[in-house]
């Protein structure tokens, strides 16, 4: 008895070890995936588009990317139903803002851009400018989580239609905003031109994005 189990308990062993081992050989690539970016743009569609980063995020990240050569972009899609159902920006909000809480936290070097087009634009005025709960927004950024929030950039924002765009509105980050808004946009603007709405990344505005989110993700200089 004591023979057979001594054999189970080394059969035990040699099962164990050869998970440890498959772990081992599991880890480099697990460790691989969690490396944090340089940069992470987390990005709220507009109205109606699939679940992803939508036409104008992917845009301005195709945009950035060769921008900020030499330092890794990370991308995260805002999960938030996107529809005409205009109350559900707060679940766009909770989102943006718990990614950003978790990015600070697992990565704090990095540096984290958000940005939103049309609906998704409203989506980031709740996470920049509202410091408590409420309306369904549960998750309002702490002040630590502030500083690691390098820019903002939206597009089509409705907010700026009545004079308030997000530069205006928040005093945390309207320094690092860009609220653009195309021209005669009616989403952004008093204009009447719905096309202009639909057309940002062929505006020149995606661009000129870009290029202030490089402006600041970018080591500053000093004299």
Partial sequence: MLVDNAARYARAAMVLAALVGLALIGAPAASAAAKCPDVEVIFARGTDEPPGLGVVGKALV??????VKGK????YAVKYP???????????ANDASVRVQTTAARCPAT????????QGAAVIDVVATSPVA???YRAPLPATAVPHVAAIA???NPSARIGQPLTRMSPDFG????????????ICSPGQDFDAHVTYPQSGLVKLAAQWVTAHVQPRKTD
């Fill in 154 to 156: 939206v597009f089509g």
């Fill in 134 to 136: 409420g309306l369904g």
């Fill in 62 to 67: 195709d945009a950035l990317k060769p921008m």
């Fill in 82 to 92: 996107a529809t005409w159902d205009f109350a559900q920006v707060a679940v766009g």
């Fill in 111 to 118: 540096k984290i851009v958000l940005g939103g087009y049309s």
């Fill in 175 to 186: 320094a690092r905003t860009a609220d653009l808004c195309n021209t005669n946009d009616p």
């Fill in 72 to 75: 890794s972009v990370n991308t």
